[in-house]
């Protein structure tokens, strides 16, 4: 989604931005702009697309030395991604760009078109710029133009702004929407996330809500809650593989292995937890978005079945208004690998003021939902650069469920035996995200006879429910094609009615947990003449097609085993369907509106 980078210094200032833009590439967005002040001159350049255009449009702009700079990709929410609705937005003398949404634009935009104002964009974000100018004729200097522009937004919002009239300066403002700024010896940088900051800064503080301020080369000491901040850039080579997706889902094994890393000793586990952590938890609400609430539901099944503990789950933004009964003696746990989805963040806050205990489960540490949980276990899945999740599932989905040992385990609700065995299968599940070619080569022939059918259903039972829905979930993010996931035994209540031989079903058969149900389900698709593609530990003769998984044990081996598969097949059709894969049309990767 809409990213923001901005930058006081001496270095070429075009180039700061754009880099730092390249940073955030990875999160979804449709236009993008720059504006650099610098010897009195503000100058602003934006395109639609991608960040080439970009730089092709300013190649030749030059701005040297001491400057400030902001720079923005917009995801379209207010106007469609045109040039003119790119940020950043600019008036007579300053320029602005902002995350979030501006909730009574319309009525300061009226307000000042009745007062002469003319608008070129139809953003919510252009009313701050004018609505600045005219402040700045009014007011007795320029933090007081700023803040009463600020107080008269209503929304969300990471605000940045630059001015003639403060010309070594940026402005900046903060509620709803990450924020941050650092710094190193004689640089500030401002960001909407860490990802652009990692080695180029020493110091950094994450703004809080309510924060409106100015910064200048020597005022980053005034701000309190200054951390240090250490890292190299990571990597973000894609290592020989073809997109960031693919290496994802290969770096699995490797990033479990972090996942567990002190968590799962020989007969129990443990987490980085108080010991008090399970006191008056009876019950556990779980809240999360897309991909997460897909972990979340799988879940589910985990906490009851195995360690015995009633659990719900919910769609944070149906959770938000829905007005929920929130018991005192439920965990609130929210699941979100960037930490920053807007829905699951308000979620997390409700639960918060109902005084639940709240616990976060996210990939990005001091993100603002691992800020605002009161307790937060981190997933250790590294960034992930592809749109469509991959690793931080199954991550999610290995943490929650060393989660529910660790919760049965201190209650005592399952035996040393059950625990041990749970542990077993634990360590083999990480064999099972290993990608075997032989699996993956199938997978590449496979794809080619799954392109031009009228939809796709991937079915399962139990948590392979889940996980039908995760994998119909990455298919129609990146292929653009019509699948949904559903329950098996759901089919006849509906479903079955679009069966027929263009319908691509893919039934998720694994051997350890209810087989014969879902062969009997798979069984009333092939009447109906639906294509089926099975996956399995062994052959059967339900399948027009069948991906055999190796042989394991135990459910939650097959259950990562399947998964894998999923995640490659949604892969190899995108790639034939020639569509860009890890940045897959209209979405972003961190989803900061509702
Ligand atoms: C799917 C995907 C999204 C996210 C969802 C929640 O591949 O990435 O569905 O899972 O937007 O995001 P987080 O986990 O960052 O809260």
Request: proline share 2%.
């Given at each position: 989604?809409c990213?923001?980078?901005?930058?006081?210094g001496?270095?070429?200032?075009k180039?700061?931005?754009?880099?730092?833009?390249?940073?955030?590439?990875?999160?979804g967005?449709?236009?993008?702009?720059?504006?650099?002040?610098s010897?009195?001159?503000?100058?602003?350049?934006?395109?639609?697309?991608?960040?080439?255009?970009?730089?092709?449009?300013?190649?030749?702009?030059?701005?040297?030395?001491?400057?400030?700079?902001?720079?923005?990709?917009?995801w379209?929410?207010?106007?469609?991604?045109?040039?003119?609705?790119?940020?950043?937005?600019?008036?007579?003398?300053?320029s602005?760009?902002?995350?979030?949404?501006?909730?009574?634009?319309?009525e300061?935009?009226?307000?000042?078109?009745?007062?002469?104002?003319?608008?070129?964009?139809?953003?919510?974000?252009?009313?701050?710029?004018?609505?600045?100018?005219?402040?700045?004729?009014?007011?007795?200097?320029?933090?007081?133009?700023?803040?009463?522009?600020?107080?008269?937004?209503?929304?969300?919002?990471?605000?940045?702004?630059?001015?003639?009239?403060?010309?070594?300066?940026?402005?900046?403002?903060?509620?709803?929407?990450?924020?941050?700024?650092?710094?190193?010896?004689?640089?500030?940088?401002?960001?909407?996330?860490?990802?652009?900051?990692?080695?180029?800064?020493?110091?950094?503080?994450?703004?809080?809500?309510?924060?409106?301020?100015?910064?200048?080369?020597?005022?980053?000491?005034?701000?309190?809650?200054?951390?240090?901040?250490?890292?190299?850039?990571?990597?973000?080579?894609?290592?020989?593989?073809?997109?960031?997706?693919?290496?994802?889902?290969y770096?699995?094994?490797?990033?479990?292995?972090?996942?567990?890393?002190?968590?799962?000793?020989?007969?129990?586990?443990?987490?980085?937890?108080?010991?008090?952590?399970?006191?008056?938890?009876?019950?556990?609400?779980?809240?999360?978005?897309?991909?997460?609430?897909?972990?979340?539901?799988?879940?589910?099944?985990?906490?009851?079945?195995?360690?015995?503990?009633?659990?719900?789950?919910?769609?944070?933004?149906?959770?938000?208004?829905?007005?929920?009964?929130?018991?005192?003696?439920?965990?609130?746990?929210?699941?979100?690998?960037?930490?920053?989805?807007?829905?699951?963040?308000?979620?997390?806050?409700l639960?918060?003021?109902?005084?639940?205990?709240?616990?976060?489960?996210?990939?990005?540490?001091n993100?603002?939902?691992?800020?605002?949980?009161?307790?937060?276990?981190?997933?250790?899945?590294?960034?992930?650069k592809?749109?469509?999740?991959?690793?931080?599932?199954s991550?999610?989905?290995?943490?929650?469920?060393?989660?529910?040992?660790?919760?049965?385990?201190?209650?005592?609700?399952?035996?040393?035996?059950?625990?041990?065995?749970?542990?077993?299968?634990?360590?083999s599940?990480?064999?099972?995200v290993?990608?075997?070619?032989?699996?993956?080569?199938?997978?590449?022939?496979?794809?080619?006879?799954?392109?031009?059918?009228?939809?796709?259903f991937?079915?399962?039972?139990?948590?392979f429910?889940?996980?039908?829905?995760?994998?119909?979930?990455?298919?129609?993010?990146?292929?653009?094609?019509?699948?949904?996931?559903?329950?098996?035994?759901?089919?006849?209540?509906?479903?079955?009615?679009?069966?027929?031989?263009?319908?691509f079903?893919?039934?998720l058969?694994?051997?350890?947990?209810?087989?014969d149900?879902?062969?009997?389900?798979?069984?009333?698709?092939?009447?109906?003449?639906?294509?089926?593609?099975?996956?399995?530990?062994?052959?059967?003769d339900?399948?027009?097609?069948?991906?055999?998984?190796?042989?394991?044990?135990?459910?939650?081996?097959?259950?990562?085993a399947?998964?894998?598969?999923?995640?490659?097949?949604?892969?190899?059709?995108?790639?034939?369907?020639?569509?860009?894969?890890?940045?897959?049309?209209?979405?972003?990767?961190?989803?900061?509106?509702?």
């Amino acid at each position: 989604m809409c990213g923001i980078v901005g930058y006081i210094g001496n270095k070429e200032k075009k180039e700061v931005m754009l880099s730092g833009l390249r940073e955030l590439e990875y999160r979804g967005y449709d236009s993008a702009g720059i504006s650099v002040l610098s010897s009195d001159v503000l100058s602003t350049f934006k395109t639609t697309g991608k960040l080439i255009n970009l730089e092709n449009k300013c190649k030749d702009f030059k701005s040297s030395g001491f400057g400030v700079a902001i720079g923005h990709t917009r995801w379209a929410t207010h106007g469609k991604a045109t040039e003119i609705n790119a940020h950043p937005h600019f008036g007579e003398t300053s320029s602005v760009v902002h995350n979030g949404i501006i909730e009574n634009f319309l009525e300061i935009k009226t307000k000042l078109e009745s007062e002469g104002k003319i608008f070129l964009s139809q953003t919510d974000t252009e009313v701050i710029i004018h609505l600045f100018e005219e402040n700045l004729n009014i007011c007795s200097n320029y933090l007081e133009a700023f803040k009463n522009t600020i107080n008269s937004l209503i929304g969300s919002y990471a605000i940045l702004l630059i001015t003639k009239s403060a010309p070594d300066k940026i402005f900046y403002a903060k509620n709803g929407s990450p924020l941050l700024v650092g710094a190193s010896k004689d640089e500030i940088y401002f960001a909407s996330s860490s990802t652009p900051l990692i080695g180029l800064i020493d110091r950094v503080c994450y703004l809080e809500d309510g924060d409106i301020g100015v910064m200048d080369i020597d005022s980053f000491n005034d701000l309190t809650n200054i951390q240090p901040m250490s890292g190299e850039k990571m990597s973000s080579q894609k290592d020989g593989y073809r997109y960031f997706m693919e290496k994802e889902i290969y770096e699995q094994h490797k990033i479990l292995q972090d996942t567990i890393r002190g968590r799962i000793l020989d007969n129990n586990v443990n987490l980085e937890l108080p010991d008090d952590f399970v006191n008056g938890v009876n019950r556990i609400l779980i809240c999360a978005c897309g991909t997460s609430y897909n972990a979340g539901l799988s879940a589910k099944y985990l906490f009851e079945r195995e360690a015995k503990i009633k659990t719900d789950v919910v769609i944070a933004s149906e959770f938000r208004y829905a007005e929920p009964i929130m018991e005192k003696d439920s965990l609130f746990i929210v699941i979100s690998q960037s930490g920053e989805t807007a829905d699951t963040l308000e979620a997390l806050k409700l639960a918060n003021k109902n005084n639940l205990k709240t616990l976060a489960i996210c990939n990005v540490d001091n993100s603002s939902i691992v800020r605002e949980a009161k307790y937060s276990l981190l997933t250790r899945a590294g960034i992930e650069k592809g749109v469509a999740s991959t690793k931080a599932f199954s991550s999610q989905v290995m943490l929650l469920w060393i989660l529910g040992i660790y919760i049965s385990q201190r209650k005592n609700l399952i035996s040393k035996t059950q625990i041990k065995a749970q542990i077993a299968s634990i360590k083999s599940s990480l064999e099972a995200v290993k990608v075997n070619s032989y699996i993956h080569d199938k997978l590449k022939k496979l794809s080619k006879r799954y392109l031009h059918g009228h939809g796709f259903f991937f079915i399962g039972r139990d948590i392979f429910y889940p996980l039908a829905l995760e994998g119909a979930l990455k298919l129609k993010e990146i292929s653009y094609l019509h699948a949904e996931g559903y329950p098996g035994g759901e089919m006849k209540h509906g479903p079955i009615a679009l069966a027929d031989s263009e319908l691509f079903c893919v039934s998720l058969m694994p051997k350890h947990l209810l087989y014969d149900k879902i062969k009997n389900n798979t069984q009333e698709l092939s009447a109906r003449d639906a294509t089926i593609c099975i996956v399995a530990q062994e052959y059967n003769d339900v399948a027009d097609d069948i991906v055999l998984i190796d042989k394991f044990d135990s459910y939650m081996e097959e259950f990562f085993a399947m998964m894998i598969v999923l995640q490659l097949l949604a892969l190899e059709i995108a790639i034939r369907l020639g569509n860009d894969v890890d940045m897959p049309r209209n979405l972003a990767k961190s989803v900061t509106v509702e």
